[in-house]
């Protein structure tokens, strides 16, 4: 039996539908020892902005039931460093590149969008406007509809390159903020970023986090993933790519069940650094098992009745 | 792959009523480990608790890898139940490593608590060369003391209730030991691994004597191969991660 994985999001095709969730990935060189990158259908490489970001104070990170809390801040080497040092590596593979990024403002965006877009080897951006970590008056990008509208149409006109944007799960109705970034011009969404959440010492009394809160991942919040996605799904035309908690080939084959053309594994990488290859290997011998020679025959599949 | 392997569980006992001794039987195609280095261990097949568990390496023997582990969470209860024969996955060895001393230089090793762990194979491979300082809260905390006195050149002990050794911190008695009146002064290297305040001490008290010391870093780690940026701690250059560019650092480097 033939077995067509490949999937388009937006003008990017991808060989098969498993990505890396940024942040949880590097730059892909930290698990180039581990798997062969040029398996996977793209590598989404972690949050850069402009200029370096020192991130947030340690400690950044905290395990929960099923799941962990992270309060990186968003640390990164910044876009020049990244393409001086990463991109010439990533190169080698065969894989597409896409690179999630953000800014402080709206120029900050366009400026990053735009001094990205002229660098051969990155084939796709993915917007983060979700990002749990940063301070309260940044989050609005996410959060609120009319400024999420202004960012992504002012990066749209800034990039010809596929344009992904990340949605955040921390609002009341995702599908509306889906379809906000539909209509500024995004390509394809992301769906979820993290969920905010906190861990209190009941020592210290005190968070567990520098930070205080974090962005809780991981299996623990793969429901609450899978049924924005299945929501999302049906609100807009443009891919979704679904995350949240993806550990095992059956979870992946959920998220594309429920609508995503692609799927994106974070937090697995951090308990198996051979997760996406694995993944990958499962969503096969699932498709041979189920008769399934196109895996787009599986998108959204459980939206029929 | 050969840093991601499954191992099989030769040993997996208590040496004392809260640590146990773990004995992995680790593939041929694994590269040597070197004293300072640790591991990712995997303690649980199901996801509470999801991630993998750092760990020092305590010694390489013909047995395989050798893990001292303090049973103190969710983690290590459920490690400390694990059975012979069974196999679990192992990331490691990962991170740096302690920087041998040159020929004339005398090593001093500074291990509070089960800072041991880390610091025992570089006594093992100093060979009858180090001089120990080891701290406990008493004497019945010392672990693996007589198998220590084998391969340091000598050991002094403090604990904090004085049932062993001086009574006090090691802290404390590195200072009166680099205090004492020598001429000429001998050449040292001072390698610690113990809680932070410890560490703390330890480098200001390198600072003051003017002796180089390198020292072992310990911070919430999620993915132990420098993905996650989760186990930072601050230095001259900002944020920098403990499972790569540690966990032993320069002790000048870091910014307390």
């Known amino acids: 039996m033939t077995m067509d994985l490949s999937v388009r999001i937006g003008s990017l095709e991808l060989k098969n539908p498993v990505m890396t969730a940024s942040g949880t990935f590097g730059y892909g060189e930290e698990y180039a020892e581990f798997l062969d990158l040029s398996r996977l259908g793209a590598v989404v490489v972690k949050g850069l902005s402009l200029l370096p970001k020192e991130g947030n104070p340690p400690p950044r990170i905290v395990e ?15 876009i020049q460093r990244f393409i001086d040092e990463k991109i010439p590596f990533l190169r080698t593979y065969d894989t597409k590149v896409i690179v999630n990024f953000f800014g402080d403002s709206i120029d900050e965006y366009v400026a990053a969008a735009e001094r990205l877009s002229s660098v051969e080897g990155i084939h796709g951006l993915e917007m983060n406007i979700s990002c749990p970590n940063k301070q309260a008056g940044w ?21 010809p ?44 009394r005190k968070p567990k986090l520098a930070n205080r809160t974090g962005g809780l991942s991981g299996p623990a919040i793969k429901p609450v993933a899978v049924r924005m996605v299945y929501e999302v799904f049906k609100a807009v035309k443009v891919p979704v790519i679904g995350m949240g908690g993806i550990m095992h080939p059956d979870d992946a084959i959920e998220f594309l069940l ?40 599986l998108r959204g599949a459980a939206h029929a009745i | 792959m050969s840093r991601y392997f499954k191992a099989e569980i030769r040993e997996n006992r208590p040496v004392h009523t809260v640590h146990n001794l773990l004995t992995l039987n680790v593939p041929l195609s694994m590269p040597e480990p070197r004293p300072g280095q640790f591991f990712m261990v995997e303690v ?184 996650c940026l989760g186990c930072v701690v601050r230095t001259r250059d900002g944020y920098t991660r403990v499972c790569k560019e540690g966990p032993v650092f320069e002790a000048r480097e870091i910014v307390w």
Request: overall charge neutral; some cysteine.
């Open chain 1, 258 to 297: 429920a609508g995503a053309t692609a799927v994106a594994v974070g937090t697995a990488n951090f308990v198996n650094p051979r997760a996406t290859i694995d993944i990958l290997d499962g969503i096969m011998a699932y498709m041979k098992d189920e008769k399934v020679e196109d895996i787009n025959l």
């Open chain 2, 44 to 227: 649980n097949k199901g996801t509470d608790p999801l991630l993998k568990r750092a760990f020092s390496l305590f010694r390489k023997t013909a047995q395989g890898v050798q893990i001292l582990y303090r049973i103190r969470g969710k983690g290590t209860e459920i490690l400390k139940d694990m059975k012979e024969g069974s196999e679990i996955e192992v990331l490691g060895p990962l991170g740096t490593c302690y920087p041998l001393p040159s020929g004339d230089t005398i090593p001093l090793i500074i291990a509070g608590g089960i800072g041991i762990a880390s610091v025992f194979s570089l006594v093992e491979q100093l060979s009858g060369r180090a001089t120990v300082f080891y701290g406990a809260r008493t004497k019945n905390d010392l672990l693996m003391h007589k198998e220590l006195k084998g391969f340091a050149k000598e050991i002094l002990v403090s604990t904090d209730d004085g049932s062993a050794g001086q009574k006090g911190t090691i802290a404390d008695s590195l200072s009166a030991f680099l205090s004492r009146p020598q001429s000429p002064t001998p050449k040292y290297r001072i390698y610690a691994c113990g809680p932070h305040p410890l560490l703390k001490i330890v480098s200001e008290i390198a600072r003051e004597f003017k002796i180089s010391a390198n020292i072992s870093m310990e911070e919430h780690m999620a993915c132990g191969i420098g993905a």
């Open chain 1, 161 to 204: 390159l596929p344009l992904i944007v990340k949605l955040s799960p921390n609002v009341t109705d995702i599908s509306l903020m889906a379809k906000v970034a539909e209509e500024a011009g995004a390509d394809a969404l992301s769906v979820i970023n993290t969920l905010t959440g906190m861990v209190i010492d009941i020592k210290t």
């Open chain 1, 139 to 159: 989050c609005i990008f996410g959060t609120d509809p009319r400024v999420t509208a202004q960012v992504v149409s002012a990066v749209r006109k800034a990039t």
């Open chain 1, 64 to 78: 929960t039931a099923s799941g962990m809390l992270n309060a990186i801040g968003l640390q990164n080497i910044g």
